[in-house]
T-cell receptor, first 113, second 114 residues
């Protein structure tokens, strides 16, 4: 297993377009997390899944954001009607259970122009 | 609401020095604390995980300590090398009901001068 994988690595989109990112966690990990990181800041929690169930959403996750993990394996994060303020690095992490080491992917850098 | 602070925000030292990065958190009800390294434009690499019942963890030249009651952790880097240059992030997983994700500090930007 090569760790947490995210695709694409970079995405440039025009304001108002929809974008979708994919995350493939470490295969035996049942928990999957999404974070957002802006320049000079630490990552901020967006949402997490335990298997296929989305158990928590941050107040940062507006109604333009939706995340799925349909079979408890990979996850997608969709942003509808993108805004310039959505420009950030979107990071995915996975872990086995809630009290173990979290492993992060390389992130997807989103630029909204 | 949990808040994590990292001091200093930036640090530049000559190669070979031992150094200490500091992390403090406001709510001592945590499950664990994790230190990460982040290279520019990249994701996070896990360095050390300390459970709330532990006092320290070591990996190679890195040693992390945890004083949960005072809300503090330190990351000690021995014999620093230019390859250690990166941003170091501290994160805690809270034990109170609600947010299960990690709460991060803003990081310490470390430069090791050759």
């Amino acid at each position: 297993d090569t760790g947490v994988s995210q695709d694409p690595r970079h995405k440039i989109t025009k304001r108002g377009q929809n974008v979708t990112f994919r995350c493939d966690p470490i295969s035996e990990h049942n928990r999957l997390y999404w974070y957002r990181q802006t320049l000079g800041q630490g990552p901020e929690f967006l949402t997490y899944f335990q298997n296929e169930a989305q158990l928590e959403k941050s107040r940062l996750l507006s109604d333009r954001f939706s995340a799925e993990r349909p079979k408890g394996s990979f996850s997608t994060l969709e942003i509808q009607r993108t805004e310039q303020g959505d420009s950030a690095m979107y990071l995915c992490a996975s872990s086995f259970g809630g009290n173990t080491e979290a492993f992060f992917g390389q992130g997807t850098r989103l630029t909204v122009v | 609401k949990q808040e994590v602070t990292q001091i200093p925000a930036a640090l530049s030292v000559p190669e070979g020095e031992n150094l200490v990065l500091n992390c403090s958190f406001t709510d001592s009800a945590i499950y664990n604390l994790q230190w990460f390294r982040q290279d520019p434009g990249k994701g996070l690499t896990s360095l050390l995980l300390i459970q709330s019942s532990q006092r320290e963890q070591t990996s190679g030249r890195l040693n992390a300590s945890l004083d949960k009651s005072s809300g503090r952790s330190t990351l000690y880097i021995a014999a620093s090398q230019p390859g250690d240059s990166a941003t170091y992030l501290c994160a805690v997983r809270g034990a109170r009901g609600g947010a299960d994700g990690l709460t991060f500090g803003k990081g310490t930007h470390l430069i090791i001068q050759p």
